[in-house]
């Protein structure tokens, strides 16, 4: 399975992004597809994911401001993030997790930038 970002920049706070992961090679019928960030001297933690049959997660922080949906045709995961803050910047990492993370994938990371 290959994962393929894009969609980061540079942003001033309060603007929008959008952040796009296709997905190749993958044969699972049932996975969990996410976003990741990881900030300079932080762990890295779950921004937001969603299961092959819809259901969504987020994380507290991006609750509101961030919408994840994919498109089954296009094998393809979007981050809507709004209202950008400063402390949204970070490395987004695209994430496929199958078979009770028996199996999981990262794809390479896009810079998010929020400047205040």
């Known amino acids: 399975v290959q994962l393929q970002a894009c969609g980061g920049g540079l942003v001033q706070a309060g603007g929008s992004l959008r952040l796009s992961c296709v997905a190749s090679g993958s044969t699972f019928a049932t996975y969990i597809m996410g976003w990741y960030r990881q900030a300079p001297g932080k762990q890295r933690e779950l921004v937001a994911d969603i299961s092959s049959g819809g259901s969504a997660n987020y994380a507290d922080s991006v609750q509101g401001r961030f919408t994840i949906s994919k498109d089954n045709a296009k094998d393809t995961v979007y981050l809507q993030m709004n209202s950008l803050q400063p402390e949204d910047t970070a490395v987004y990492l695209c994430?496929?997790?199958?078979?009770?993370?028996?199996?999981?994938?990262w794809g390479q990371g896009t810079q998010v930038t929020v400047s205040s």
């Open positions: 994430n496929l997790r199958a078979w009770s993370d028996e199996y999981v994938f």
